[in-house]
């Protein structure tokens, strides 16, 4: 079987001079850097608690708020009004200790679950770092989120304690509570001295609290946080992750997002989502970084806006995010001083080279795309602020990160000899993209599922379940995930290619490409396609994108069948469900959609 075509090449590179850069790029000389890495330096960078162990909090907030940066501006909430509330790090040391003494009190030990269920407000960040210092294990839930999935991850993470807003509780909790004999304790956040029959007063607790507690004495290898995968290709996975992540969070907020301790950094993830946890709390605070916090759901303007008045310098997001804001057209950046803005990363989704291109007239800024997973809990490769980019690239594997890519079957299956995959020499060629096990966010378990977690690994390497190809310079290109590629008349077509491809076309804004059973070439290429502001759907004009893909990709290549939707179903993380346009299509069940978002709740 061939490989597909290769990637779009007519996207040119984009090289940097560092005499532009404001401040000294953590990453300048990549060899250079990887050389010199190791993970037990990284460590070194951090502090550890005073008699030993490690402790996320700890190096996140109170060894700051113990040092010169105590007064230091931590985290910034914008609210629906645009006014701000800050916390500094010696506040957000004093009310994480109270969390911690709150669970203490309430009789909740070391590695017992605490989840949250509630929008991006103060209370989430305090219980976050709060857990983590009495020891215990957070495990945040996405607020929008329907009783049943916040029924299931409850059950399934053994949940000791909710903490969450009246409405949510009212809303998603209070009728299924007897189904969650573990929850011994909700607690509201906006109780307001009347908790609901069942729930604690958090406030209340809070103030009682002592505010100087000690730290949990956590080693590294201690269960910290427990994170649900997006679910985009089945049932969300429970992704177990330890203290010693901390390590990694801290190099990659380094090398990967460039973090100054004069920076302010805006991560637009939600919580409920691993990114919102590694890089909207944990890297950014690791940094001693202000972090703005935006407490409502995207708007073009709105996003502008608060990039400009809080005078963001480093900005992560994702291709979701951004393809919508292009959809609004660069104009709307128009008026906005970003002046200061240095640098935008991206994550989640393969990211077009077109939005990577298109970052430079609305932000001044090229989008850098960065690669994980929920698993990897931190950033695997990247872009970096100094280094070259190649439209369409994730980039080159982060300092301590081992990348590879292991040969698949016919079936595609990892091949397997004598224990070991064996690995895609080549450039440009496909294969499963594999890490080497080893880094300190790689997940330590699927929660009960043991057997599912020692599949993903062999021979000392991590297997991803990412199809990708390298090319001769190690710049690494996602092709899809293994379960989307599409195997077309002896071609094996990735659907980022083709998306890519499609969205260059003038009319189109979004695009998810599916292979669809055809009895004579195996599978045939289908695009649902989502229109550009201002654009109708036509026969002539789905004729001319099926004609412009095919002049790009080649007939072989190219949809056959082009379908126009307005809103095509993603995860509430902003992914684009092809398991289950392909499922819609052919009729089959559409499988878990506990993450789906609904159309009417896009932003
Ligand atoms: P599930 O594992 O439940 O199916 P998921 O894989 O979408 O869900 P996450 O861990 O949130 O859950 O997402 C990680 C995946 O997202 C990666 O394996 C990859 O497929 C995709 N992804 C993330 N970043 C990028 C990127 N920069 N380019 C391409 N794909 C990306
Ligand atoms: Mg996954």
Redesign the pocket.
């Known amino acids: 079987m061939t490989a597909g075509t290769t990637q779009p090449t007519r996207w040119p590179r984009i090289s940097k001079d560092l005499q532009d850069f404001p401040v000294v790029p953590n990453l300048a000389d990549y060899d250079a850097v990887c050389r010199a890495f190791s993970w037990d330096g990284a460590r070194r960078a951090l502090s550890g608690l005073p008699g030993g162990g490690l402790n996320i909090a700890h190096e996140a907030v109170d060894r700051h708020a113990a040092g010169p940066r105590a007064g230091h501006e931590a985290l910034r909430f914008v609210r629906a009004d645009g006014s701000t509330h800050s916390l500094s790090y010696r506040e957000l040391a004093e009310q994480t200790s109270r969390f911690a003494a709150v669970l203490a009190q309430l009789g909740i030990g070391r590695t017992e679950r605490v989840f949250s269920l509630m929008g991006r407000s103060p209370e989430l960040y305090v219980a976050v770092l709060g857990t983590l210092k009495n020891g215990s294990v957070f495990c945040p839930l996405f607020s929008a989120f329907g009783p049943d999935p916040v029924r299931q991850r409850l059950q399934l993470g053994s949940g000791r304690v909710l903490v969450t807003t009246r409405a949510l509780y009212r809303k998603k909790v209070a009728r299924i509570r007897d189904a969650l004999p573990d929850l011994t304790h909700v607690l509201l956040i906006d109780a307001d001295g009347e908790p609901e029959p069942g729930t604690l007063d958090l406030a209340m607790l809070m103030a009682a609290a002592p505010g100087d507690a000690g730290i949990a004495s956590t080693q590294g290898e201690d269960m910290a946080l427990l994170?649900?995968?997006?679910?985009?290709?089945?049932?969300?996975?429970g992704?177990i992750h330890v203290h010693e992540a901390v390590t990694a969070h801290y190099a990659t907020g380094l090398y990967a997002l460039d973090l100054h301790p004069d920076d302010v950094y805006w991560c637009t993830a939600d919580p409920g989502?691993?990114?919102g946890t590694s890089y909207g709390v944990i890297a950014p605070l690791v940094h001693g970084v202000t972090t703005v916090v935006d407490q409502e759901e995207m708007d073009a303007d709105r996003w502008y806006r608060i990039l400009a008045e809080q005078r963001v310098t480093v900005w992560y997001t994702a291709?979701t995010a951004l393809r919508m804001l292009m959809k609004a057209g660069a104009d709307r950046a128009s008026g906005h001083d970003l002046s200061v803005l240095r640098f935008v990363a991206?994550?989640?989704?393969?990211?077009n080279p077109e939005v990577v291109v298109w970052g430079r007239e609305a932000f001044g800024q090229p989008v850098h795309?960065?690669?994980?997973?929920?698993?990897?809990g931190g950033i695997m490769?990247a872009n970096f602020a100094a280094t070259e980019i190649r439209p369409g690239s994730?980039g080159r594997p982060l300092p301590g990160v081992e990348a590879a890519l292991v040969q698949r079957d016919e079936n595609g299956k990892p091949v397997i000899a004598d224990g070991l995959p064996v690995l895609v020499a080549e450039p440009d060629a496909m294969g499963e993209?594999a890490l080497r096990a080893g880094w300190p966010s790689m997940f330590r378990g699927y929660l009960h599922e043991e057997e599912r977690y020692r599949r993903c690994f062999a021979g000392g390497w991590y297997l991803?379940?990412?199809i990708a190809k390298r090319d001769a310079d190690g710049y690494y290109w996602?092709v899809?995930?293994g379960d989307d590629v599409i195997k077309s008349s002896g071609h094996l077509i990735g659907p980022?290619e083709v998306e890519s491809s499609l969205m260059e076309h003038q009319a189109v804004a979004q695009a998810g490409v599916i292979g669809v059973p055809d009895p004579v070439a195996g599978e045939v290429v289908k695009a649902f396609v989502e229109l550009r502001n201002g654009w109708e759907p036509s026969e002539e004009l789905r004729l001319d994108i099926i004609g412009f893909a095919r002049k790009r990709l080649g007939a072989a290549v190219a949809p056959r069948m082009v379908e126009f939707t307005t809103a095509l179903p993603r995860?509430r993380?902003g992914?684009i469900l092809r398991r289950l346009l392909k499922a819609r299509e052919l009729g089959l069940p559409e499988g878990d959609t506990s993450?789906i978002e609904t159309p009417q709740e896009a932003p």
């Open positions: 994170h649900f995968t997006s679910g985009t290709t089945g049932t969300p996975k992704a989502w691993v990114t291709p991206s994550v989640g989704e393969p990211l795309d960065n690669w994980w997973q929920t698993e990897t490769i994730m993209l991803t379940g990412d996602f899809g995930r980022f995860t993380s992914k993450t």
